[in-house]
């Protein structure tokens, strides 16, 4: 009797996990064909390459290009993942492997408070005291003229923002590393930075990939912090210290006091279907590389 409760509840819990996989999936296809349906609109008369890869944006005559958007935020992402992915990695190297257990005690209630801060305190962070330093500090010494409102203020916050998610995920990615590694590898005499080199993040390269692929979807949907600094300026950057409009930041700023103009509805729509589908592709092509890694390992 035991054994055929313990049977049937296997099967029970099995089959559960898997309708809820299938709702999950399901989930997200509804997203995207909802997203799609609300856009449709938008592509009458206007072919995709013309709305992904033209920078006229006049909604009201009609003119949709979304490309100042999607190089706005393609640059702030791209700036906060090259700033924050050494000083995350450096970090929770060193937290891992060299600090000292009161140093621990210190900086992780640190990360998990820095994680837990609302984006718009970050925001407000980055308007008082970057954005002035880009633009007095900083800006003359490359431009002649700068608000400091720009790609690289919004790239610095959302650097910033990501960094305590980075660390934490490389923490627990180097810490699972076993230590009968570490000490096989000092036993045959190599130095501490050599195995931390050899074993413990080449081990853990899957890993990192994927935490860093998560740290990029979350930027990639950072609204309010970004909105806050980046001078929301319909407009191609060339310089980094160019104001940017983030496609979430296009989003938040219009949806509600536009609903009564349906074409800009349906354009604000395809902004929240072209994040949905670069989030998507981009987590799909990670998952190829860290299947062809971790085939490649064994």
Known sequence: MGTNFRIIRDKSAGGLMFILLILSIALLIAMGIGLYWKAAPVFEGRALKELLFSANWK?????????PFVMGTLWVTGIAV???LPVSLLAATFLTEYAKPFVKKYVFPALDILAALPSVVYGVWGTLIIVPWISEKLAPLFVEHSTGYSALAGGIVLGVMILPLLVSLFIELFSAVPNDLREASLG?????????????LKKTIPGMIAAVVLAISRAFGETIAVLMVCGNLAQVPHSLFD???PIPALIANNYGEMLSLPLYEAALMFAALILFVVVLLFNVASRMVLYRIEKKAS
Request: glycine share 10%.
């Open 188 to 200: 045959l005499g190599a130095t501490k930075w050599q195995t931390t080199q050899k074993v413990v």
């Open 59 to 67: 909604p009201l005559k009609g003119e949709f290009g979304f490309l």
């Open 82 to 84: 090259l700033l924050a």
């Open 243 to 245: 104001p940017v409009y």
